[in-house]
């Protein structure tokens, strides 16, 4: 139990301070470029909490630490096969995110292309036309795959060492119900502090959108822990994350709604969480078809 505690309190006390600190350098910087420089250090070392929490909770149950992290890698064949097909199902969820969307008249398709064209023509003073401004889009989105398994798979390997790779196995290394919502919860509420003093995702609900994430980081992990168990590796997991940071804002650009109505409706709202319980779903009942059904 001693190390679970320490795993949980290093992982949530460093994450608030890396929030308090990032708060005091916006509160103190107008240069948009130092800020982005400062913000991608405070993305960087929070999503590296968890890893940290993760060794030193190792180092206080007596565990190898270099032994620990290798199993939580689980470097094999099948793991990388996972690793580079895990980003598609997000793709799918995007899909049908879209299809939904479109069902009760909250999506708007064409909205992406005027947000592209207007913020090229602030930013650069070039005036795009809707067809180049589609291509780079698609090309975006394209693009997407290569950075979930990249830099974004850099980033997200900080979080998933200690969320999927740690705690789950601390707690048995079983993908059921209960592993799920005590991982999702926890990973929910360890956001809890960058969602409510800097706004990150809920930059209008700020502390009241801390269930709605609580929630999504649920669904996620209902995705996230079954490719580990099926892998005894967190890679696949890596890559799932990497590919929710780089495709999961597009619904935040095709959503009509916005302000508070589109944080709640939206994305990280109820429209996804819709998009990712029937994503969920979906891939559930193809998995548990029988052999001889799908030959057919």
Known sequence: MRDLVVFVAMSFGLGALLDVWFLSVKSGTSDLIQL???????????????????????????????????????????????????????????GIYLLLGLAVGVVDPGRPVRVVVEATERVAGLRLSEDVAKLMLIAQILFAYVAAVTVNAFFALGEELGWRGYLYRRLGSRPDLRTVLTIGCMWGLWHATAIGLLGHNYPELKWAGVPLFVLYCVLLTAFMLPLVAATDSVLPAVSFHGAVNALWGLTALITSAEGAAGEVLGGLGVLGLAALAATLMALTAVGKRPKAARRK
């Open 36 to 94: 982005s420089l400062y913000g991608t250090a405070w993305g960087l070392l929070r999503m590296y909490t968890p890893t940290a929490g993760a060794l030193l909770a190792i180092m206080a149950s007596r565990r190898s630490v270099v032994e620990e992290v290798r199993a939580y890698l689980g470097v094999g064949r099948r793991a990388l096969i996972y690793f580079l097909l895990a980003p598609l199902v997000v793709y799918l969820a995007v």
